[in-house]
């Protein structure tokens, strides 16, 4: 199943694995994600060797602003590389993509001369391809989770192939009809985007507010134009104004903006970004000064843009990121001198290793494994001590030592040690940022990715990584405060282009499938919930009851899931509109009645501020005691709404079950007017998604609907008639009122 030449067969007469070792090109899939480490794959990859893409001279490059990356110039060229992919069953790029883009897809539909078709899949996965594709650290997403990569071979240039699909493809023009809402973006940089990409293609009125005077956040501000060319984008700006979002520069705003009540907005998606730069300390420097980067790199390309003299000097750059090489390779395109100082191994550094390679045959100086231990003013210099770090692994703290590593005079020095969120968006914003991580991962053998067993890249291990990424990719799509969510670095700190749009995207895509009384846009009401049964069995009677309640709920929704507790993670709760949560009651006499350990634990870690209403249900031998408070107020401390309770004994009649069904109806079904009601009904709306268990709205909507056919108001009888029917079968499932003759 995992092999892409489909090298391996099994025998089913003799139930033994044959292989064709003809068609076997040593891709390993096989190896990485067999259960029982069973195969051993020997022999070099047989893979075509991997296009070199050009890259501009660096005499060349330090002469101006142009790009100094070059993208693959012929359509033969591109196949070529194309043509490099296995079209793996297990596409673990696809894993390793933030935005979880179908590179198969894409690279199918290429490999067919499709490019519209190519621009179209990427179209459906992301909103800036041509943004993405030149500033994506692909090493370790996309390209560092290929098959080739993971079996120690070049991966498939992913990003290059991208790049030229979305640069020689116009992507799929779109006028949707208006579905109603309004939403406010707080934020033109990729987050926002993403965000605004998403909703008015689906016809929603977006409008985003950018505090700076051009558009584009820090697409704009932060990365050198010899990276990101400005008219990419202002190609993807235009794109978006003729999908009808609507921009407005030069409006910052604040926390307490958020605080004050409006109806104007149906959502606000909060894209600021982690503005607050991370300072240098170390003894003296309080004297001295720093720059901070995003400042250096605006005003050096507006220098250079200007045609201004060059400024010969000789700046230290604190850090050695991608921020600290741009600010770096700016300063040698004004003819100064850059030096970046980086406490980390260079073994375990951050840096692009493209950049990094770049940067140095640009003439900048890196030094490794040191920090500023003092600095000082010595005339119109800057004297600055530089002591040696250790650091022994990936992941650890470097530690900073006494013994002196070099000793520099400088002109300037500029702090490029990266950006923390602000303490007002953290504190409006409900804690944020929040921590990325992989959660308790179950072992790799019971997992469909051989990402998981990838070998690490620059001491990180790609599989974990993107497994946290998307464990925080989902919690964003829970709001922070009602109706407000927050995306992008504001939400997990300093991250990636790409990272920032999938979070955009995914608040969007949820605020779009939102259903029943909880969703925020007015369109959305009319879908019925979503609906999440958890559930903690320890003999089994919960889980029956549990999966009996789905059952019974499944005639109302579309989209009921029914899992057990010990399976769900807080981020499958966010996509829920009605959560259903059901344990047994446990401890008898003196010791009390309590919920079942299992269920406290997860009603105590739901998510703040939940949206979905909460359902509780325990079963009892017995006695339920106190129990059913005890999880009532566990919910209720995370700030979501209790919509019933209900405790079932052994001899519980049927009609609690059916009570406790239309309280859940009455909280998360729609409340709209019943001529709103019967009117989408008689448009097609189906009547028991719409209605819900809600047995006196439903006799309220059959009443409603014989009197329009008694006065002659029913333009279709058949339909109409259908519909009672259909109707009045739900009911029955209810057992509510009679069905009508």
């Given at each position: 199943m995992r092999c892409p030449t489909e090298a391996i067969e099994l025998d089913v007469d003799r139930y033994v694995v044959v292989v064709d070792e003809d068609r076997c090109v040593a891709c390993h899939q096989c190896e990485r994600v067999c259960p029982f480490d069973a195969i051993v794959v020997e022999g070099a990859p047989q893979v075509a060797p991997a296009l070199e893409l050009p890259q501009l001279d660096p005499e060349v490059a330090l002469a101006g602003l142009d790009e100094v990356r070059g993208g693959f110039g012929t359509l033969a060229e591109v196949l070529a590389e194309a043509n490099r992919c296995l079209e793996c069953p297990d596409p673990t790029c696809?894993?390793?993509?933030?935005?979880?883009?179908?590179?198969?897809?894409?690279?199918?539909?290429?490999?067919?001369?499709?490019?519209?078709?190519?621009?179209?899949?990427?179209?459906?996965?992301?909103?800036?391809?041509?943004?993405?594709?030149?500033?994506?650290?692909?090493a370790i997403q996309c390209e560092g989770s290929c098959s080739w990569r993971l079996a120690g071979e070049r991966p498939v240039a992913i990003h290059a192939i991208e790049r030229y699909i979305a640069d020689h493809a116009e992507p799929p023009r779109v006028a949707p009809a208006r579905q109603g809402g309004r939403v406010l973006v707080v934020g033109s940089g990729p987050a926002g985007l993403g965000a605004a990409d998403v909703l008015s293609r689906a016809g929603v009125e977006v409008h985003v507010v950018e505090a700076q005077e051009e558009l584009g956040g820090l697409l704009r501000n932060g990365i050198p134009r010899f990276t990101l060319p400005a008219a990419v984008v202002d190609r993807v700006i235009e794109r978006l104004r003729e999908q009808g979002v609507a921009f407005e520069t030069g409006r910052p705003v604040l926390p307490e903006d958020l605080e004050r009540p409006s109806q104007q907005w149906d959502a606000v998606i909060v894209a600021v970004g982690a503005g607050e730069p991370l300072p240098v300390r170390a003894e003296g420097i309080g004297d001295v000064g720093t720059s901070a980067a995003l400042d250096e790199i605006r005003a050096s390309q507006a220098a250079i843009a200007a045609g201004a003299p060059p400024a010969r000097e000789r700046?230290?750059?604190?850090?050695?990121?991608?921020?600290?090489?741009?600010?770096?390779?700016?300063?040698?395109?004004?003819?100064?001198?850059?030096?970046?100082?980086?406490?980390?191994?260079?073994?375990?550094?951050?840096?692009?290793?493209?950049?990094?390679?770049?940067?140095?045959?640009?003439?900048?100086?890196?030094?490794?494994?040191?920090?500023?231990?003092?600095?000082?003013?010595?005339?119109?210099?800057?004297?600055?001590?530089?002591?040696?770090?250790?650091?022994?692994?990936?992941?650890?703290?470097?530690?900073?030592?006494?013994?002196?590593?070099?000793?520099?005079?400088?002109?300037?020095?500029?702090?490029?040690?990266?950006?923390?969120?602000?303490?007002?968006?953290?504190?409006?914003?409900?804690?944020?940022?929040?921590?990325?991580?992989?959660?308790?991962?179950?072992?790799?053998?019971?997992?469909?990715?051989?990402?998981?067993?990838?070998?690490?890249?620059?001491?990180?291990?790609?599989?974990?990584?993107?497994?946290a990424r998307d464990r925080a990719r989902r919690v964003a799509a829970g709001w922070r405060a009602p109706r407000r969510w927050a995306v992008g670095d504001v939400f997990?700190?300093?991250?990636?282009?790409?990272?920032?749009?999938?979070?955009?995207?995914?608040?969007?895509?949820?605020?779009?499938?939102?259903?029943?009384?909880?969703?925020?846009?007015?369109?959305?009401?009319?879908?019925?919930?979503?609906?999440?049964?958890?559930?903690?069995?320890?003999?089994?009677?919960?889980?029956?009851?549990?999966?009996?309640?789905?059952?019974?709920?499944?005639?109302?929704?579309?989209?009921?899931?029914?899992?057990?507790?010990?399976?769900?993670?807080?981020?499958?709760?966010?996509?829920?509109?009605?959560?259903?949560?059901?344990?047994?009651?446990?401890?008898?006499?003196?010791?009390g009645q309590r919920p079942s350990p299992v269920l406290r634990t997860f009603l105590a870690a739901l998510p703040r501020n939940l949206r979905a209403p909460v359902g509780v249900v325990l079963t009892y031998a017995i006695d339920p005691g106190a129990a059913l408070q005890e999880a009532a107020s566990l919910v209720q401390e995370r700030g979501a709404h209790v919509a019933a309770c209900v405790a079932l004994g052994p001899r519980e009649r049927a009609d609690t079950l059916q009570e406790?069904?239309?309280?859940?109806?009455?909280?998360?079904?729609?409340?709209?007017?019943?001529?709103?009601?019967?009117?989408?009904?008689?448009?097609?709306?189906?009547?028991?998604?719409?209605?819900?268990?809600?047995?006196?709205?439903?006799?309220?909507?059959?009443?409603?609907?014989?009197?329009?056919?008694?006065?002659?108001?029913?333009?279709?009888?058949?339909?109409?008639?259908?519909?009672?029917?259909?109707?009045?079968?739900?009911?029955?499932?209810?057992?509510?009122?009679?069905?009508?003759?």
């Open positions: 696809v894993r390793g993509c933030p935005t979880h883009n179908d590179i198969p897809a894409f690279v199918e539909q290429l490999r067919q001369g499709d490019l519209a078709g190519a621009r179209d899949v990427l179209a459906e996965h992301t909103s800036l391809p041509e943004i993405c594709s030149r500033v994506c650290d692909a700046v230290l750059v604190v850090g050695a990121g991608n921020t600290a090489m741009d600010v770096a390779r700016l300063v040698r395109r004004r003819g100064g001198e850059a030096i970046c100082v980086d406490w980390m191994d260079r073994r375990f550094s951050l840096v692009r290793p493209d950049e990094l390679h770049e940067a140095l045959a640009e003439g900048v100086e890196v030094r490794f494994g040191v920090t500023v231990g003092r600095v000082e003013r010595a005339d119109s210099a800057v004297r600055v001590t530089l002591v040696r770090t250790k650091q022994e692994r990936a992941g650890e703290r470097p530690r900073v030592t006494n013994e002196v590593a070099e000793e520099l005079v400088v002109d300037r020095v500029v702090a490029a040690l990266g950006f923390r969120v602000e303490d007002r968006w953290s504190a409006a914003l409900g804690g944020v940022p929040i921590r990325k991580d992989s959660g308790n991962l179950p072992d790799r053998h019971w997992l469909a990715s051989g990402l998981l067993r990838a070998p690490l890249l620059r001491g990180i291990d790609v599989g974990q990584l993107a497994w997990v700190g300093p991250s990636t282009v790409v990272e920032a749009t999938a979070h955009g995207r995914r608040v969007a895509e949820e605020l779009l499938a939102m259903g029943g009384r909880g969703a925020v846009l007015p369109k959305g009401r009319l879908a019925a919930p979503r609906v999440l049964v958890a559930y903690d069995s320890k003999g089994g009677n919960t889980r029956a009851v549990a999966e009996a309640l789905a059952a019974q709920l499944a005639a109302f929704s579309p989209s009921v899931r029914c899992l057990p507790i010990d399976q769900l993670a807080a981020e499958n709760v966010v996509d829920a509109d009605l959560l259903v949560a059901a344990g047994w009651v446990d401890g008898l006499g003196v010791a406790f069904l239309v309280a859940l109806g009455e909280a998360a079904w729609s409340d709209l007017p019943i001529e709103a009601v019967v009117s989408e009904i008689l448009a097609g709306a189906e009547p028991g998604w719409l209605i819900g268990p809600r047995p006196r709205l439903a006799r309220a909507v059959l009443t409603t609907i014989a009197e329009l056919r008694d006065r002659g108001r029913l333009h279709n009888e058949r339909i109409a008639a259908e519909q009672l029917l259909n109707i009045a079968e739900e009911l029955r499932l209810l057992r509510a009122v009679p069905i009508p003759s």
